[in-house]
C-alpha cells in the first residue's frame, strides 16, 4: 500500500509521467483511511501539501525541474520549526506556537522539490522510545495496532511504514531514528554529527541530537540524506567539508570490506529471534564478499549510563527557555517566579520533569564531577574504543533494538525498563558516528527486525553500500 | 581623606563589564544598538526561539582579545559554558559565558600613580534583555507587572574581574577611570556608565590593618556613576566595619547602591546560594586562537594612555596630571610631533593646556612649531603669540605671513628700553614709590607700568622683557 519509492516519484514527476498532485492524494488517501488508527500525525497539511503539488506541476509543465525530490511526500517530526506552521514536540508547553522560521532542513527539502504532507507525532520533546510520551496520544505501530512504533520518531517510522508518506525526517538523540525504524521495519539512518544542520531542531540534547531521514528502501534515505546534509552557516557545529555522495555507491557491493559484529552489544538482553535476523545478516554480507569478525567495544557496556546523565544535563538547561514568559503556553502566577513554575509545571509531562529533574541534578554544585563529568569521561572512552574498532574494522554490526515492537502500556510503569531499548544505538550518538537500521527479517511474533550498521565519522558512504547489500538479501519492498 | 578609621584597611576588587561596541550581536546578525524602539533588533537567534542556534561573532572575540591584550592578559584556548538561572529578561534563562576557561587570564592594569592592579581574568559573555517593572518600588518583587525589551539581548560583554588590589575608594575610582580610558582608546566600547555600556560592581571587604586575612565580602551592584563607585565603596567599607565594631559581622551577600539615599541595601535575601550549574555551551566550538592571530591583534593595538602620558613625560617636564590632561583630549600626539620637531616642551603644553582647549582646527603642526619657534625667540610677545596662535587655528595660513598682516614685528630691545626709560620719566612719583616699596607692593605698582609700556607698544612688548628692564632700573 506505498505509493511507491521516492527515487520513482520524483523521477516520474520531473519526466512530467505523473503528477505530483496524484501522488500527493494517493497519499492523502491513504492518510484517510488509516489516519484515524496509527495516528502519525500531530498536523496533517492537506491543502498545502495539494497547493505545493499543482505549484510543482506547473513548474513542470514550464520546462522547469523542480529538483531531486520533485513531487516526493515528506513528513516531519513535529520537533522541526516550520514557518506559520504549529510547531510542538508533541508537548502542551509549546501548544499554539508558530515558529517564524522554517529548520534549514525544511528549507532544503522545499528547494529540492519535496512537499511537506504533515508534523509527526513523537515522545514529547523527543524523550523517550515509545512515542507514548506525546501530550496528544501515542502513536500506534501499522504493522500491529497494539504494539508501539518505538520512540521517539515513533510518527515518522509510522507514517512511512504506513505509506502516508514516501520520506520522512525524524531527530536521533539516543537512537530515535534508528530504533522505530526497526520496530516499524523501515530504513532510519543518523548520519556523522554535524552533517546535517540542526538549526531549526528543536534541541533535547544539543551534542546529541541529529536529524536524519526515514525512507521505505536504502535508496530513498541516500537521495533524502543527500539533500538535508551540507554545511550551514546558522549551526556552529555543522561539519564545513562537502557531504558524501551516496546514491551512486550503493552498487559498489561490500567485496572485501572487513565487518565487526560488537559482542558486546550481540548478546545478554538481545532477544533471540532478533540475534538470530544479525547473524542471517552477517552471513548475507559474508556471502557479497565481506570478512565478517567478532569485534569488541568495551566501553559501549557503559553508553546508557553516561547517556542518562548527559543528555538529561543538557536537556535541563535547552528546556529552561520554556518560561511562559515569551511563547506557548503561560498559567498565570501571582509573581514571574510562580508563573513559570505553574506554567512548566503545567506544560511538561512526566517523562519529560524526571530528565529535568536527573539533569538539573547532573550539573548541580558538588555533584558535577561525579556525574556529568565522569559520563563525559566516559564518552571519551567511548570513542577510543570505537577509534580502535574501526582499525580492524570498515563498518560495525549490531542489533538496531533489543526486541521487536512492544505491546502499548508494557514498559510505561518502569522507565529504566524503557530506557534499555536505546541500549544499542546509544553509542554512536555519543561518539558522533553514523549509524543506520535495515529492516532484515521479522521476529517470531512476525514483526519487523532491523539490523544496524555503524561506521566511522563520516562513513556514511561505506555505510549505505552495507545497508544496500542488506536490503538486497532481503527483497525489502512490500511492508504491512 | 582616608576611608576607614585609623586601624582598618579596605579591600576591594572590581567587576566591570564593558559592552563591545561591534556591529552586530554576539551570536546573530541583529544590530548591537543602544536607544532603538524596544524589540526591534531582534530575531530567533538573540529572542532564544526553540531550534534556534547561535554562531559565534567574530568581531566580538577580536575585540575582546584586543581589551584582554591592552590589559597585559594572556590569550588563551577558551570555552563558552551556559550559566543557569531563571529570569525574564534572559531568552533562554541560561546566560553564555565563559566559566573555567577564560579567554584572558592573569594581566594587570597599572593606575596612573603607579600602583598595579592584577586582572584575573577578562572573560567574553552575552548580555540579557532589560527589564523595566510597573508598579511597586520598580523592582520585579512587588511589581504589578514588567515589560522586557531584548534589544539588549545577546549583546557582547566583557567582564574584567579585577584581583583584590583595591585598597582606597580612590584607587577604585582611578581603576575605572584607567580602564575606560584603555577601553576607548581601542575603541571597543564607548564605555558609557550612564547608557549602562560600562557597568561596575565592586566586592568590598575591610580588616585591621596590617593584617593579611581576607573577610566576607559584599558585592555591590547598580553603581551608576563614576563618582558614586568612591561613594559606595566607602559607605560599604565602614558599614563592615560598624558591624564588627558592634561585635556582628558582615554576610555576603550581594547589595545595592542607593544612589537617592547614598547608602547600600540588601538585596532581597536568597535561602540558597545560587547554583549556576555551568557547562560546557555544546553548541559553539572552543575558541583556539594561533600565535599569529595573537601577534596580529598586538600589532593593531594603538599606543595606550600610560605608555602615551609616559612618552609625553619623556620630552616634556610635566607632572603625570598634566600630561594625563592632554592624553586624555587626544592633544598628546599633536605635542609629542611638535615637540620631536623641536617646539619648546614648555610652551608647547602651555600652549595646549590654556590656549587649544578646542582642538587644532586649521593648524598644521609645522605651521604651530614655526609660531612656538618665533615666540621663544622673542619675536612675538606671549600675547601677540596667543592671537596668532588664535587665527591659525581659525582660518589656518602662516604663523610669520599671519604675524605679518598685524603688524607684529619684532620688538628690538633697545627701543624697548627706550620706551621704559620715557615711561619712568613721565611718572616720576609713582616711580619713587615703586623704588621705595617693599616686594609685594612692588608687584603691584608694577602692574601699573606694565600696562603703560603694553599700551605704548599696542601689545608687542614681550611680557617677561619689560619686566626685567623695570628690575634691572629699579635695582
Not at chain 1, 555519543?430 to 521476529?443: K, R, T
Not at chain 2, 592594569?109 to 534583555?129: C, F, S
Not at chain 2, 555591590?220 to 563618582?227: A, P
Not at chain 2, 544612589?259 to 546560594?273: D, F, L, P, V
Request: overall charge negative; hydrophobic content about 40%; aromatic content about 6%.
Amino acid at each position: 500500500m506505498t505509493i511507491g519509492s521516492a527515487f520513482d516519484i520524483a523521477a516520474q514527476v520531473r519526466a512530467g509521467t505523473r503528477s505530483a498532485r496524484a501522488v500527493v492524494d494517493e497519499c492523502l488517501a491513504a492518510v484517510d483511511a488509516r489516519e484515524g488508527d496509527v495516528h502519525a500525525f500531530n498536523l496533517v497539511l492537506a491543502d498545502q501539501a495539494r497547493a505545493a503539488a499543482d505549484a510543482i506541476d506547473a513548474r513542470v509543465a514550464n520546462g522547469e525541474d523542480p529538483g531531486p525530490l520533485a513531487g516526493v511526500p515528506v513528513a516531519l517530526k513535529d520537533n522541526l520549526c516550520t514557518r506559520g506552521l504549529p510547531t510542538t514536540c508533541s508537548s502542551r508547553i509549546l501548544e499554539g506556537w508558530r515558529p517564524p522560521y522554517d529548520a534549514s532542513v525544511v528549507q532544503r527539502i522545499v528547494a529540492a522539490g519535496g512537499i511537506v504532507v504533515g508534523k509527526t507525532n513523537l515522545d514529547e520533546f523527543a524523550m523517550g522510545s515509545s512515542t507514548e510520551n506525546s501530550a496528544f496520544g501515542p502513536t500506534r505501530n501499522p504493522h500491529d495496532l497494539s504494539k508501539v512504533p518505538g520512540g521517539s520518531s515513533g510518527g515518522s517510522a509510522a507514517a512511512v511504514a504506513a505509506g502516508f508518506a514516501a520520506l520522512a525526517l525524524g531527530s536521533d538523540t539516543g537512537g530515535s531514528i534508528r530504533q522505530p525504524a526497526a520496530l516499524c521495519g523501515v530504513v532510519g539512518v543518523k548520519p556523522t554529527y554535524g552533517l546535517v544542520s540542526r538549526y531549526g531542531l528543536i534541541a533535547f540534547a544539543s551534542s546529541l541530537d541529529q536529524i536524519g531521514p526515514f525512507a521505505a528502501n536504502v535508496r530513498d534515505a541516500a537521495l533524502l540524506l543527500e539533500v538535508i546534509a551540507g554545511h550551514d552557516e546558522m549551526d556552529s557545529t555543522s561539519i564545513p567539508q562537502a557531504s558524501p555522495s551516496l546514491v551512486d555507491v550503493l552498487d559498489d557491493g561490500v567485496d572485501g570490506l572487513r565487518v565487526g559484529i560488537i559482542e558486546e552489544l550481540s548478546g545478554e538482553g538481545i532477544a533471540p529471534d532478533v540475534l538470530a535476523q544479525l547473524h542471517a545478516a552477517a552471513t548475507a554480507l559474508e556471502k557479497a564478499g565481506a570478512i565478517v569478525e567478532t569485534a569488541s567495544v568495551p566501553a559501549t557496556i557503559y553508553g546508557l549510563s553516561a547517556y542518562y546523565l548527559i543528555a538529561p544535563a543538557e536537556a535541563s538547561s535547552n528546556l529552561a527557555r520554556y518560561d511562559g514568559v515569551r511563547y506557548g503556553n503561560r498559567v498565570d502566577g501571582a509573581s514571574t517566579t510562580e508563573m513559570m513554575e505553574a506554567t512548566r509545571t503545567a506544560g511538561f509531562g512526566a517523562e519529560v520533569k524526571r530528565r529535568i529533574m536527573l539533569g538539573t541534578y547532573a550539573l548541580s554544585a558538588g555533584y558535577y564531577d561525579a556525574y556529568y563529568g565522569k559520563a563525559q569521561r566516559v564518552r571519551t572512552l567511548i570513542i577510543r574504543d570505537f577509534a580502535r574498532a574501526y582499525e580492524r574494522f570498515d563498518v560495525l554490526l549490531c542489533p538496531t533494538s533489543p526486541t521487536t515492537a512492544f505491546a502499548l502500556g508494557a514498559k510505561t510503569a518502569d522507565p529504566l525498563t524503557m530506557y534499555l531499548n536505546d541500549v544499542c544505538t546509544i553509542p554512536s550518538n555519543l561518539a558522533g558516528q553514523p549509524a543506520m537500521s535495515v529492516p532484515f527479517g521479522v521476529g517470531d511474533d512476525g514483526m519487523p527486525i532491523g539490523v544496524q550498521v555503524l561506521a566511522p565519522l563520516q562513513g556514511e558512504a561505506t555505510m549505505f553500500r552495507v545497508a544496500a547489500v542488506l536490503e538486497a538479501a532481503q527483497k525489502v519492498g512490500d511492508h504491512v | 581623606m582616608s576611608d576607614v578609621p585609623e586601624g582598618w584597611e579596605l579591600i576591594c576588587g572590581l567587576e566591570v563589564h564593558c559592552e563591545l561596541a561591534t556591529t552586530t550581536k554576539l551570536f546573530c546578525g541583529c544590530r548591537n544598538r543602544f536607544g532603538d524602539d524596544a524589540n526591534t533588533n531582534v530575531c530567533p537567534v538573540c529572542l532564544g526561539l526553540p531550534g534556534s542556534l547561535p554562531v559565534l561573532n567574530g568581531e566580538a572575540v577580536e575585540y575582546a582579545m584586543k581589551l584582554g591584550r591592552a590589559l597585559n592578559c594572556t590569550v588563551n584556548a577558551s570555552v563558552f559554558a551556559r550559566k543557569n538561572y531563571f529570569y525574564p529578561d534572559m531568552p533562554r534563562d541560561f546566560q553564555v559565558t565563559q566559566f573555567d576557561r577564560p579567554t584572558n587570564t592573569m594581566g594587570y592594569l597599572d593606575l596612573p600613580a603607579g600602583k598595579r592592579i592584577g586582572v584575573t581574568r577578562a572573560h567574553i559573555e552575552e548580555d540579557t534583555g532589560k527589564t523595566s517593572h510597573a508598579g511597586g518600588d520598580g523592582r520585579i518583587h512587588g511589581a504589578e507587572y514588567s515589560l522586557v525589551d531584548y534589544n539588549r539581548a545577546g549583546v557582547p560583554l566583557v567582564e574584567i574581574v579585577s584581583e583584590p588590589d583595591i585598597r582606597s575608594a580612590d584607587e577604585a575610582k582611578a581603576y575605572v577611570d584607567e580602564l575606560r580610558k584603555i577601553v576607548l582608546a581601542i575603541g571597543v566600547s564607548d564605555a558609557k556608565m550612564e547608557e549602562g555600556s560600562m557597568r561596575v560592581d565592586a566586592n568590598v571587604s575591610v580588616r585591621p590593618a596590617g593584617s593579611t586575612e581576607f573577610r566576607t565580602r559584599c558585592e555591590i551592584k547598580n553603581i551608576n556613576s563614576l563618582s558614586s563607585i568612591e561613594r559606595a565603596i566607602r559607605y560599604e567599607a565602614n558599614r563592615h566595619i560598624g558591624l564588627y565594631d558592634a561585635g556582628e559581622r558582615p554576610h555576603q551577600e550581594t547589595r545595592h547602591w542607593d544612589e537617592e539615599n547614598q547608602r547600600t541595601r540588601a538585596g532581597r535575601s536568597k535561602e540558597n546560594s545560587d547554583d549556576y550549574r555551568y557547562f560546557p555551551e555544546p553548541d559553539l566550538l572552543p575558541l583556539e586562537p594561533s600565535a599569529a592571530d595573537i601577534a596580529r591583534i598586538d600589532a593593531s593595538l594603538p599606543l595606550l594612555p600610560a605608555a602615551r602620558r609616559g612618552r609625553l613625560a619623556d620630552v616634556a617636564t610635566v607632572s603625570a596630571e598634566r600630561a594625563g590632561l592632554i592624553v586624555d583630549r587626544g592633544q598628546d600626539e599633536f605635542a609629542f610631533r611638535a615637540i620631536g620637531a623641536g617646539a619648546d616642551p614648555a610652551r608647547v603644553l602651555v600652549h595646549i593646556e590654556q590656549n587649544l582647549k578646542d582642538g587644532f582646527g586649521a593648524m598644521g603642526i609645522d605651521e604651530f612649531v614655526r609660531l612656538v619657534a618665533m615666540e621663544t625667540e622673542n619675536k612675538l610677545s606671549a600675547t601677540q603669540t596667543k592671537q596668532v596662535l588664535a587665527e591659525l587655528v581659525a582660518a589656518g595660513g602662516s604663523p610669520e605671513e599671519v604675524a605679518k598682516a598685524r603688524g607684529f614685528e619684532a620688538m628690538q630691545s633697545s627701543d624697548l628700553a627706550a620706551i621704559v626709560d620715557k615711561i619712568i620719566a613721565e611718572n616720576p612719583d609713582d616711580w619713587q614709590r615703586f623704588v621705595a616699596a617693599d616686594d609685594k607692593d612692588a608687584n603691584k605698582i608694577y602692574g601699573f607700568f606694565a600696562g603703560l609700556v603694553m599700551k605704548a607698544t599696542q601689545g608687542k612688548a614681550d611680557g617677561k622683557a619689560v619686566r626685567e628692564i623695570f628690575m634691572q632700573r629699579r635695582a
